[in-house]
């Protein structure tokens, strides 16, 4: 695996957990991040497997 896409994986997990300190303080559902985390992860995953991380490469910052 790309470094680069480790970092894009542990930057999506670091927002998803600071997002769930967050959002029941905003009084929104905590189903909504896990939600949108594993939506992000399945699609970096899938990139991963499928693409060979081109996607992740192409996004990534750097």
Request: proline share 3%; glycine share 6%.
């Amino acid at each position: 695996m790309d470094t680069r896409s480790l970092n894009l994986i542990a930057l999506a997990i670091g927002l998803f957990v600071f997002a769930s300190l967050v959002l029941p303080i905003l009084d929104l559902s905590p189903y909504l991040t896990a939600s949108l985390a594993f939506a992000l992860l399945s699609a970096i995953g899938l990139d991963t497997v499928l693409a060979d991380g081109q996607v992740t490469r192409a996004y990534a910052i750097g």
